[in-house]
């Protein structure tokens, strides 16, 4: 079983759909957790980190779920410039070792 | 403030060739990590410095593969000889490690073919 499960898409919406990526880890010592955003032949960048209490930027909400070890995160409204590979990572506790999912594909439509 | 910095962008080699790519962290951030991202896949962790200490090489193929940082600051990664399954996108990050887990930084990647 891989460590970070993520659904690999391609989620096709409308613009201003809400659309929502489940996230799964394995291992229940996993302390940080994170939603990275990458663009077509470009380097991931930080979307947003997930606390255990859940936190929203935007459009953009990210919930903890420790007790079936799953993160997710909510777009709403999406816009065309959303349209990018969301990353899930994880973080084990005592070590700074980022682990990745295999993204998740979103492409929003006009 | 100046980001991650990789060379070269791209490089086409054939197989059993070697090739050497190199990445200038941010300053002041100790932990550097290069990742292997094939296409449709998420990055793959091959080896995390601390400082100019290994703390992960777990994934790194160490027969072919090697990497080192010395002085604690550029880093630089070998593929000796490489295979056709080499061919893939080799980012390099690094973070500001301090208490807990910070952002971690990319730089644009160095993209590899291997024919």
């Known amino acids: 079983r891989k460590e970070v499960e993520q659904d690999p898409g391609p989620f096709n919406v409308p613009e201003g759909a809400t659309v929502a990526f489940n996230c799964t880890y394995s291992n229940s010592a996993s302390q940080s957790f994170f939603w990275y955003r990458q663009d077509c032949r470009k380097e991931p960048k930080l979307l947003m980190s997930v606390y255990s209490s859940g936190n929203e930027d935007g459009r953009f909400t990210a919930q903890l779920n420790r007790a079936s070890q799953y993160i997710s995160l909510l777009i709403r409204d999406s816009k065309l410039s959303d349209s990018a590979t969301y990353l899930c990572v994880v973080i084990t506790s005592g070590t700074y070792k980022y682990i990745f999912g295999t993204g998740t594909r979103l492409k929003v439509l006009a | 403030e100046a980001g991650v910095a990789q060379s070269p962008r791209y490089k086409i080699i054939e197989k059993r060739q070697s090739v050497a790519f190199w990445c200038n962290p941010i300053?002041?951030?100790?932990?550097l990590y290069w990742y292997q991202q094939i296409l449709g896949q998420g990055p793959k962790l091959l080896i995390q410095?601390?400082?100019?200490?290994?703390?992960?090489d777990s994934q790194l193929p160490k027969d072919r593969f090697s990497a080192e940082r010395l002085k604690g600051v550029d880093s630089t990664l070998k593929i000796q000889p490489a295979k056709l399954e080499d061919s893939a996108v080799y980012l390099c990050?690094?973070?500001?490690?301090?208490?807990?887990?910070?952002?971690?930084?990319f730089g644009e990647g160095s993209r590899l073919t291997v024919l």
């Open positions: 990050a690094s973070s500001f490690t301090s208490g807990s887990a910070g952002e971690l930084f």
């Open positions: 300053s002041g951030h100790a932990t």
């Open positions: 410095f601390q400082n100019n200490g290994v703390v992960d």
